[in-house]
């Protein structure tokens, strides 16, 4: 049974045999507008910027609670598991950020952006399944 009327939303996002579970608040109607706005913009001359990602990835930073199922290495090569409660240390961030290639501030920086899309896409079907249901189709 489908229950729609919680506080969080609880979104599972398939990872080789299991599922990684996003917990999320429930974003608001503002927050919504503000990420769907954000996929793209208009450039010099017209031109079209795609942010598709910047903009998936700040709208489930955003919402983002928590996460179940899921593991790092910490810079001492240690595997723990990866959730709200995880402290990154300087040298964590250190190795993780030469390791991505960008600077890693917190524990939502660690998760892979591929996984933040797919949350995201979740989202913007869940919406268009919603219009599509107001328009009658």
Not at 46 to 70: C, M, P, Q, T, W
Not at 118 to 134: C, I, K, P, T
């Amino acid at each position: 049974m489908v229950q729609i009327a919680t506080d969080n939303l609880r979104i599972p996002v398939p990872v080789g045999n299991e599922d990684v579970v996003f917990v999320c608040r429930r974003p608001r109607a503002k927050e919504i507008s503000n990420f769907l706005n954000n996929r793209w913009r208009r450039g010099p001359r017209g031109k079209i910027i795609d942010r598709l990602y910047d903009a998936r990835r700040e709208f489930v930073d955003s919402i983002l609670i928590d996460v179940e199922n899921v593991t790092w290495k910490t810079a001492a090569g240690e595997t723990v598991p990866l959730n709200a409660g995880t402290v990154l240390t300087e040298a964590d961030r250190q190795h993780w950020s030469e390791m991505l290639g960008e600077p890693v501030a917190s524990w939502k920086d660690l998760i892979p952006l591929n996984w933040k899309s797919a949350v995201a896409v979740h989202v913007e079907d869940a919406l268009n399944f919603s219009q599509e249901d107001e328009e009658g189709n």
